[in-house]
């Protein structure tokens, strides 16, 4: 089962920042917090990860707490084209099959004009 | 670079058929993964390659489902005999190492099963 917790849907008015949240309460110290999104009739795509620190790149950035209990994905000036629905997911980046990625059903992220 | 390649794109059959799906990874990359998606629902992992041999297979449905890594490259995942509950996209996915990039999926083949 998904160790996450996301909410089931999202609107976001184009251009806006889009700030989703992710609840991962039972993360443990070597596990990672991974987010995905898949737009629709394709495959998941990488967004951005991260363990303690907050990151970014040229896609989004990533907010964890200092306990770690709880992430924000923000995608600073939301478009059309990033209506998907977005996977966070919590992830061992080494350990062979520990490593895989478990999917729930992640946010449906709507972008309206 | 040329990102993960998946056939058919689509393809319809009827229960009690089989059935049968290739992909091509990203060269170089030494794991690969084939993961089912049921509509409304995440992917789920059915099956994990290091290289060509199997590093996690343990939510894939073995009286049906078979799936083989030859030479490493290609996979294919065949079904045999279909059931309706099979109806989903399955993906797949490859990583240069086991664990510790960030997956590249394919766009998936769409199964329907009559």
């Known amino acids: 089962d998904a160790k996450t917790t996301q909410p089931t849907s999202m609107d976001c008015a184009e251009g806006r920042a889009a700030n989703l949240p992710c609840n991962h309460s039972?993360?443990?110290?070597?596990?990672?917090v991974y987010w995905y999104r898949q737009i629709h009739s394709q495959g998941p795509q990488y967004i951005i990860h991260?363990?303690?620190n907050n990151e970014t790149n040229e896609m989004a950035s990533l907010i964890i707490t200092e306990d770690r209990k709880s992430s924000t994905l923000i995608l600073p000036h939301a478009t059309l084209r990033d209506t998907a629905v977005y996977y966070c997911?919590?992830?061992?980046?080494?350990?062979?099959?520990?490593?895989?990625?478990?999917f729930g059903k992640g946010t449906k992220l709507s972008v309206k004009p | 670079e040329a990102g993960v390649a998946q056939s058919p794109r689509y393809k319809i059959i009827e229960k009690r058929q089989s059935v049968a799906f290739w992909c091509n990874p990203i060269?170089?990359?030494?794991?690969l993964y084939w993961y089912q998606q049921i509509l409304g629902q995440g992917p789920k992992l059915l099956i994990q390659f290091q290289n060509n041999g199997v590093v996690d297979d343990s939510q894939l449905p073995k009286d049906r489902f078979s799936a083989e890594r030859l030479k490493g490259v290609d996979s294919t995942l065949k079904i045999q005999p279909a059931k309706l509950e099979d109806s989903a996209v399955y993906l797949c996915a490859s990583s240069p190492d086991r664990g510790r990039e960030k997956l590249f999926f394919g766009s998936g083949t769409q199964l329907s099963v009559l």
């Open positions: 060269s170089g990359h030494a794991t």
């Open positions: 039972t993360i443990s110290g070597n596990e990672y």
């Open positions: 991260g363990l303690k």
């Open positions: 997911i919590v992830r061992l980046i080494y350990g062979g099959s520990q490593g895989n990625l478990i």
